[in-house]
């Protein structure tokens, strides 16, 4: 029997942080499906816009040779992802272990049978790291930027 395994992210500004969780999770599972997160579900969970569009985040994750099949994920519940997915283990980062968003995943993995495996955090690089160091490098129209 094979084993499905399941990566969701935003995976906007792809960087090694992406790269990473799925090289983990494709050692740990015969068929790695990405769930990649809606735009909607961003902007209402995150509170931000990404800057590269879902289909485009789509095209991008499927491209990668470790990944079997992408999934958008247009509800913010991993239950619904399961069911249309149906994988036996869900992959998270570690800053999740603990917290009560993570406990209630656990909880709702466990009742349909799913394992949540966790993997370390890549702390070095995020997309809020990129994102703020993105929106520190704007310049407002006009204004002059002292180059030292």
């Known amino acids: 029997m094979s084993v499905i395994g399941y990566a969701p ?22 068929v790695l499906v990405a769930g990649v997160v809606g735009d909607e579900i ?6 931000v816009q990404p800057f590269v569009p879902l289909r485009e985040r789509l095209e991008i994750v499927a491209a ?3 990944v079997d099949q992408v999934h958008a994920e247009l ?5 619904d992802a399961w ?3 149906g994988f036996d283990r869900i992959f ?3 800053d999740w272990r603990g917290t009560p968003k993570g406990d209630e995943l656990e909880r709702q993995m466990a009742e349909v ?8 955090y890549t702390v070095h690089t995020s997309s809020t790291q990129l994102r703020r160091a993105i929106n520190a490098s704007l310049v ?6 002292a180059v030292s």
């Open 113 to 120: 049978g799913a394992e949540v495996v966790y993997f370390p």
């Open 9 to 30: 992210g935003v995976y906007d500004l792809f960087h090694v942080g992406h790269l990473n969780v799925l090289r983990q999770a494709r050692e740990m599972c015969d």
């Open 140 to 145: 407002p129209a006009g204004a002059v930027r």
């Open 75 to 79: 509800t913010p519940s991993k239950v």
């Open 83 to 85: 069911q249309e997915v």
């Open 42 to 47: 961003v902007r209402a969970v995150k509170g």
């Open 92 to 94: 998270k980062g570690d």
């Open 64 to 66: 990668l040779g470790i």
